[in-house]
């Protein structure tokens, strides 16, 4: 490791700066919950065509473009790279809230997906160049754990300004902190690339085609195995998370408004709390042996498995009252599998940065992130409402329940490919660039 870098308040400002563009993306998408029935009724559309502009096809443009960005932050100043992003971002978000037609919101949210490609894969590959791999894990969850937290406040201050000022003011008003994170990102210089990184461990890479960097990325056993591992767990958590609010109306008898704000503020905040103390602790332990960057997602998944399935089969029942809002029993459960479902993510994408040279970290995170988005946002939602129609003959209401159930058995298959990770990892040496 190079003696002569230090991390100091330069690094934890840039940290600072990326996790605030990250929140502002994320509560972009998340504030379409809110505006779902305005938008419906100004446009007279249906929740199949709202369905299709808040999740599907979001996905589809984000994942194609996601690889050829990937491959600009491999090849651009990503500072620079991120700012251009951010103030297309901005734009495009800012259209929404003046698209004339369906058609046109349409393609604004496209274009949003557009803008955002790069966001991660650039995010992630300054982080590995800000932070010692000791200390990086920590650092990661910071960046992740940021969405968690501001979507919660986002949405509540978003339900409120859709309320009072309209759905259109709130995608203006979303996209103006945009502009500032552009010009503050435009003054702040790149870090170098593979800083931390031993000499022996940063060797010359050949320039490939984008389609043949993919084709060596995937034929690497111990990543290929680790991105899909999160894509499985990715799977699962954002099915719950997509229908969690429909769950507890049905089988808890919630209220939307009860069933919206505690699936938003339980989950959230223990998710929040989760992501950072595994990072915390991977940092801790990772350092003594290597294979907690596996164990700790591992344990994580494993313990989130099992109160998931509890939360899920719990039988309804109220625990407390809490300003007004009943809380069932089953909500101690999902807190606890918010807690420990993220417990994958900064050992995992840490992992990532050291298994890859410093020169194609961010074809990887954006291979990992095309993953996680199809998986994710695409594919779990999606099949939860697939096996909650084909229930419903047999279990009526509570169909969904037990859909929600089928769904969470990724998660095993996650804790298997998890296992040949560290296997092929143990293998060629862990952090040694593959």
Request: with cysteine; proline share 5%; hydrophobic share 55%.
């Amino acid at each position: 490791m190079p003696t002569s870098a230090a991390v100091g308040w330069r690094s934890h400002g840039l940290l600072l700066l990326l996790a605030m563009v990250f929140a502002d993306n994320f509560v972009g998408r998340q504030i379409l919950a809110v505006m779902i029935d305005p938008i419906k009724a100004e446009f007279g559309v249906g929740d199949t065509a709202m369905g299709l502009i808040s999740g599907l096809a979001f996905a589809a443009v984000y994942a194609v473009l996601g690889l050829p960005a990937g491959r600009l932050v491999d090849r651009l100043p990503r500072t620079r790279l991120l700012a251009v992003s951010c103030l297309l971002w901005a734009l495009a978000t800012m259209a929404c809230g003046l698209a004339g037609s369906f058609m046109v919101l349409a393609i604004a949210r496209m274009l949003v997906a557009v803008s955002e490609s790069p966001t991660t894969s650039a995010s992630l590959s300054l982080i590995a160049d800000l932070y010692p791999p000791h200390r990086r894990s920590f650092a990661i969850s910071c960046f992740t754990a940021a969405p968690t937290f501001s979507s919660i406040i986002g949405l509540s201050i978003g339900a409120w300004v859709v309320e009072h000022y309209g759905w259109r003011s709130a995608f203006i008003a979303l996209g103006v902190p945009a502009l500032l994170f552009c010009a503050l990102l435009a003054l702040v210089r790149d870090p170098l690339r593979g800083r931390w990184d031993l000499a022996s461990s940063a060797p010359a890479t050949p320039v490939l085609g984008l389609g043949s960097e993919a084709r060596k990325l995937w034929a690497l056993p111990a990543y290929r195995c680790l991105i899909l591992a999160g894509g499985l767990t990715t799977l699962s958590s954002y099915a719950i998370g997509m229908w969690n609010t429909s769950f507890l109306i049905r089988s808890h008898d919630l209220s939307l408004q009860h069933a919206g704000m505690l699936a938003g503020v339980i989950c959230g905040v223990a998710a929040g709390i989760g992501g950072l103390f595994a990072g915390w602790l991977n940092d801790r332990l990772s350092h003594r042996s290597p294979h907690w960057q596996i164990l700790i997602p591992v344990l994580g998944n494993l313990i989130a498995l099992t109160a998931l399935i509890i939360y899920l089969l719990w039988p309804a029942g109220v625990l407390t009252h809490f300003a007004g809002v009943p809380i069932p029993v089953a909500m101690l459960w999902c807190a606890l599998y918010s807690f420990f479902v993220v417990w994958w993510v900064a050992p995992s994408y840490n992992l990532v940065t050291q298994l890859v040279p410093a020169s194609r970290r961010g074809t990887a995170m954006a291979l990992q992130t095309i993953v996680s988005t199809l998986l994710g946002v695409g594919i779990g939602p999606l099949l939860t409402g697939l096996f909650s129609d084909l229930l419903v003959t047999q279990f009526a209401e509570q169909s969904l329940r037990y859909a929600l159930v089928l769904v969470s058995l990724p998660l095993l298959g996650s804790v298997a490919l998890l296992g040949r990770t560290a296997m092929h990892a143990g293998k060629h040496g862990y952090g040694r660039g593959l």
